[in-house]
């Protein structure tokens, strides 16, 4: 009979960018110039979509909103890790996600304008629509991924959710069955610090969220995710692991949410205003463009254009979704079966019946 | 007493419950420092401190599952589900567990906790933050089901709630939070469960109604001279049979209107208990005015779903004129 030391476990957290812009040349990820900019171009895009959209918010224009502000590299770099045949399960923080994922930015304001055909998903990438409640898609990514294991097809699964998300049951049993049956999955976990107004503290005992793919028998890896090339580096590695049969990877961006959790929140009763002031400080979009102006591949001169175009681009969505007329009645109805049964007709002739003056 | 508005008056109501029990404690999703999303809880951990209003991981079934826990083990907790859309994920807790714990143990023990959730549409919410599925809650055995439509009735039947002995599902019409403001007593009082309240008296029609459609049921009346017999139920679980039937013996018509969807919804139970116990009187087939046989739409289409003041005005000139 003895006593001895079983297991013990170490975290790795990887940045590559530091607050200044810097990179470690050892960690850089494959990037060529022109993508490095193209990613830059998708933040400023992104951001820009997102003030637009708390504006339209508080104008009466847009419902109830969930900003991205300060997630952007989190969002933007490990969207853009992936290929167009992978699938991304997404909640209502992740408008960045879905915008580098094609999802068209008008839709993006139907949907938080109210309007279910914002749902719809683009062509040509596997986007499942918006999840809202929290920690459930984790599950429905296991699946997905299981589903390319047993069509033997080279596809995996991004789950996205928040830190909030990892306390519900669900989560738990995703990350397990993940484990369990080694499924291509990645799990990307926003660590924005609340959720709501709760403190990931009081989520969780563990120190990093990271370490809790150590309990189901996978890899588990803390990344800056205000630093883009970190997150991506680190999805590019979780994802080819997944398509070498080598199974999930969780991995935490450590972040913060700058905003309101949504619209409907006020963030000021549960943190301090020197808070948020030091993460702003922290900012993924301006450490990125340092980055490229020390590589010289970014200036002022480019940066005016790609204001300019992503001006032209945002509000021609905005346009766009002011124009879409309002959806009918029939909406209601129309897709809750394959064939619309005769009691339900009959709901839908009685009320149009009804509205129609008949 | 005080003008309040229903969210008002459940915070009043859980700060009475906790000065007049020390074992009564709030536990949910952002209930302690936040005050609530929709404010119920504001000013409680100031007051009773972070022991006795728990801000608690974002976990459903969790909350619940501790909540029946702490129920057995001596204490009176009130979970808050954020929004009932969310209460799906403790499903299994409330009806495995919370509502079979006295008959498992044969009444030795007890489960007296109250889950509190705000639920109705109307809000321009996203998806899950609108849905009215009562009837589901009520199908349990063993678990009863509260819905005031009113400030004053929400802090006495909540204070009923929190002293009863049984798991009670306390759900509050979150379109009707400020809709209205009346006069409430500051201090402690109690509204009895399972008594439903007759609004206005009338002597031709039977109107049933509870919770988020109540306020425009009576607004209807305002545009038809069908003189009204209006019935807030206030608790579906367990229900005042009497009261309803002694009005339809009276008025021999009646229609109820819910929000919630059609089939299988809680005014089904009415017309099958008007039907056993008072076919004999009726002149008129029962009618009800409901939500739609679909998912809640998004706030686009929301109003086309939530049963407007013409269907209801329709559906009672319909039933009186037969
Ligand atoms: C199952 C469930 N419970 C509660 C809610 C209400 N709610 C919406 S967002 C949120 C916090 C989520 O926090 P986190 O997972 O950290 O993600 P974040 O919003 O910070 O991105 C809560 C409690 C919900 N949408 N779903």
């Avoid at chain 2, 006795?52 to 909350?63: C, F, N, Q, Y």
């Avoid at chain 2, 994920?89 to 006295?102: E, F, T």
């Avoid at chain 2, 409901?290 to 319909?318: Q, V, W």
Wanted: net charge positive; glycine share 8%; with cysteine.
């Amino acid at each position: 009979m003895a006593e001895k030391l079983l297991k013990t476990f170490n975290v790795r957290h990887l940045q590559v960018l530091d607050d200044t812009g810097k990179a470690d040349s050892r960690l850089m990820p494959r990037l060529s110039a022109r993508q490095l900019v193209e990613l830059y171009g998708l933040m400023v895009l992104c951001r820009r979509f997102d003030e637009k959209a708390l504006s339209l918010q508080r104008q009466g224009r847009l419902g109830t909103y969930a900003s991205v502000l300060g997630q952007e590299a989190s969002q933007i770099g490990a969207a853009y890790a992936l290929g167009k045949a992978d699938w991304v399960f997404p909640t209502y923080r992740d408008a960045s996600i879905l915008i580098v994922r094609k999802q068209p930015m008008v839709r993006v304001l139907q949907y938080f304008g109210g309007d279910e055909r914002g749902s719809i998903p683009a062509e040509g990438v596997n986007n499942f629509p918006i999840s809202i409640p929290v920690g459930t898609q984790g599950l429905h990514a296991v699946g997905a991924g299981m589903a390319a294991t047993v069509q033997k097809k080279k596809f995996a699964a991004l789950a996205c959710f928040g830190d909030g998300a990892t306390s519900e049951g669900d989560m738990n049993e995703a990350f397990n069955f993940a484990g369990v049956f080694k499924a291509p999955v990645i799990f990307l976990c926003q660590n924005n610090q609340y959720a709501i107004s709760v403190p990931v503290k009081r989520q969780t005992a563990a120190e990093t969220i990271a370490q809790k793919a150590i309990a189901f028998g996978f890899e588990g890896i803390q990344v800056d995710g205000n630093d883009v090339l970190a997150v991506y580096s680190a999805t590019a590695a979780a994802l080819k692991k997944a398509y070498a049969g080598k199974g999930p990877t969780l991995i935490e961006c450590l972040t913060y949410r700058i905003q309101n959790h949504t619209t409907s929140d006020d963030a000021s009763k549960y943190r301090s205003a020197a808070e948020v002031e030091l993460w702003k400080k922290k900012d993924p979009v301006a450490r990125m463009r340092k980055f490229l102006e020390r590589k010289k591949l970014w200036d002022n001169r480019k940066e005016a254009e790609l204001a300019a175009k992503v001006e032209r681009q945002v509000s021609e969505a905005v346009s766009e979704y002011e124009a879409v007329p309002k959806p009918e009645v029939d909406d209601i109805f129309k897709y809750q079966y394959e064939e619309l049964p005769g009691f339900l007709r009959r709901q839908m002739d009685d009320y149009k019946n009804l509205v129609e003056g008949k | 007493m005080v003008e309040m508005n229903l969210i008002q008056a459940v915070n009043s109501g859980l700060k009475c419950a906790m000065e007049g029990d020390a074992s009564v404690v709030v536990l949910g999703e952002d209930v302690g420092m936040d005050g609530g999303v929709f404010r119920a809880t504001e000013g409680l951990l100031k007051k009773f401190g972070p022991a006795r209003v728990m801000d608690t991981p974002l976990a459903e079934s969790g909350i619940v599952g501790v909540a029946i826990g702490m129920a057995v083990a001596g204490l009176r907790p009130v979970p808050e589900i954020q929004f009932s859309g969310f209460l799906y994920m403790a499903y299994g807790q409330l009806v495995n567990h919370a509502a079979r714990v006295r008959n498992r143990s044969r009444g030795k023990f007890t489960c007296p906790l109250v889950v509190r959730t705000p639920y109705s549409g109307g809000i321009r919410a996203l998806e899950h933050h609108s849905e009215s599925l009562e009837a589901i809650y009520a199908h349990v055995p063993g678990l009863k089901v509260v819905i005031p439509s009113s400030p004053y009735d929400a802090k006495g039947l909540l204070i009923s709630a929190i002293k009863g002995n049984d798991p009670v599902v306390f759900m509050e019409p979150s379109r009707l939070y400020r809709a209205v403001k009346e006069e409430v007593p500051e201090g402690s009082y109690t509204v009895p469960i399972g008594k439903a309240k007759i609004v206005k008296e009338g002597s031709q029609i039977t109107v049933i109604s509870w919770g988020s459609m109540l306020q425009q049921t009576r607004l209807a009346l305002n545009h038809t001279n069908v003189d009204v017999e209006l019935i807030d139920l206030r608790t579906l679980k367990p229900l005042d049979v009497e009261t309803i039937i002694t009005s339809v013996k009276k008025t021999g018509r009646c229609v109820i209107v819910q929000e919630a969807p059609r089939t299988g919804g809680f005014a089904s139970e009415i017309i099958a208990l008007v039907n056993e116990q008072a076919i004999f009187s009726l002149k008129a087939p029962v009618a009800r005015v409901t939500g739609f046989d679909t998912i809640f739409p998004l706030y686009k289409l929301e109003d086309h779903y939530l049963p407007s003041t013409e269907r209801i005005i329709n559906a009672i000139e319909a039933t009186a004129n037969y």
